[in-house]
């Protein structure tokens, strides 16, 4: 996915890695149930993810303010391998975003249909939610 937003990199950043305000921008519960560093939404950082009846527990693996961040799933998700990678850079006056995510869904789960439904469902809603977020960013 890729969001193009009128506010400096810096500040995009800042709004990705507030973990629960990111939340709100996605209509997910996100909640730090262990504090990253240095910050606390950084490098360590634990946060469940509650949507749709779901939680997932995801892990901070990378934090290099204000330009890279990545996260890998480690407890609640039917997928396997599940990474989140981050990307803010500038682009002209503001910044823009690169958010690629990538899991393997296990074939006796439904294999690839089920798969290729969940990422377009990751897609459509994060999609809307960075949209949200560049809307108020301005």
């Known amino acids: 996915m890729q969001q193009t937003f009128h506010a400096a990199p810096e500040r995009v950043f800042a709004a990705l890695a507030d973990h629960e305000g990111f939340g709100r921008w996605m209509g997910a519960a996100i909640r ?60 002209g006056a503001g910044a823009r975003l690169d958010y690629r995510i990538r899991f393997d869904w296990p074939w006796y789960a439904g294999g690839a249909p089920v798969g290729w439904l969940l990422a377009r469902t990751l897609e459509r809603r994060i999609g809307a939610g960075l949209a949200r977020m560049a809307t108020a960013l301005r």
């Open 32 to 91: 730090v149930e262990r504090a990253g560093t240095p910050e606390r939404d950084g490098l360590g950082a634990v946060r469940a993810v509650s949507a749709g009846g779901l939680t997932v527990r995801e892990e901070v693996i990378r934090f290099e303010p204000p330009h890279a961040m990545d996260y890998r799933v480690v407890a609640g998700a039917p997928f396997r391998a599940h990474r989140g990678e981050i990307r803010v850079s500038p682009d």
